[in-house]
């Protein structure tokens, strides 16, 4: 019997551990937003804000970025959440990015260590013709990104420490996404 597998379907989920959701609760509650309901709505337990990290799926954690952009009015808070979020701890790729000389040492110690914390997180970084760096953020498993807050988090994040590292506010040329063009930008 020949079965035929649709490698275009996100794999069964397992959830990992993420800071993410915590500092979210935490950016809400100093802004005065009753994030309860939404807590509810992804299980997170009722001392997520006090935690480092709580586990999630992927998908579930594109979910509730979409979800805290519409209780905030904000259908790009994604892009935004990485210059503000609190965070208690880093991880170690933004560790070891932040103690390197360079940009170009800082990206290639993200692209090695990142998985280490994501196992599904993979980042690849390239120096092509004419001196142009290229950074890319894939998830294993979905060939089509997770969602779109995801990849909007991830770019944000990403532009958020090569501006940093670089001390310059145009970190980037050109930017493409996986998920399709919003309606209404």
């Given at each position: 019997?020949?079965?035929?597998?649709?490698?275009?379907?996100?794999?069964?989920?397992?959830?990992?551990?993420?800071?993410?959701?915590?500092?979210?609760m935490r950016w809400l509650a100093a802004?005065?937003?009753?994030?309860?309901l939404l807590a509810a709505r992804f299980a997170l337990p009722d001392d997520a804000a006090?935690?480092?990290?709580?586990?999630?799926?992927?998908?579930a954690l594109d979910e509730l970025l979409d979800a805290a952009g519409a209780l905030v009015g904000e259908p790009y808070l994604a892009l935004?959440?990485?210059?503000?979020?609190?965070?208690?701890?880093?991880?170690?790729?933004e560790l070891a990015a932040r103690a390197?000389?360079?940009?170009?040492?800082?990206?290639?110690?993200?692209?090695r260590y990142a998985s280490?914390?994501?196992?599904?997180?993979?980042?690849?970084?390239e120096v092509v013709d004419g001196g142009e760096a290229r950074w890319r953020h894939q998830m294993r498993g979905y060939p089509r990104g997770v969602g779109r807050a995801s990849n909007e988090y991830a770019l944000g994040a990403a532009l958020?420490?090569?501006?940093?590292?670089?001390?310059a506010p145009d970190a980037a040329?050109?930017?493409w996404f996986m998920h399709p063009r919003p309606r209404h930008l």
């Open positions: 019997m020949l079965r035929l597998v649709d490698r275009t379907r996100t794999p069964k989920e397992a959830p990992s551990p993420w800071p993410l959701p915590p500092a979210l802004r005065g937003v009753d994030a309860s006090e935690r480092d990290e709580v586990p999630m799926t992927p998908t935004q959440l990485p210059a503000e979020l609190p965070f208690r701890r880093y991880g170690l790729h390197s000389g360079t940009v170009r040492e800082a990206m290639e110690r993200t692209v280490l914390i994501h196992p599904r997180m993979v980042f690849t970084f958020l420490h090569l501006r940093r590292a670089a001390g040329r050109r930017v």
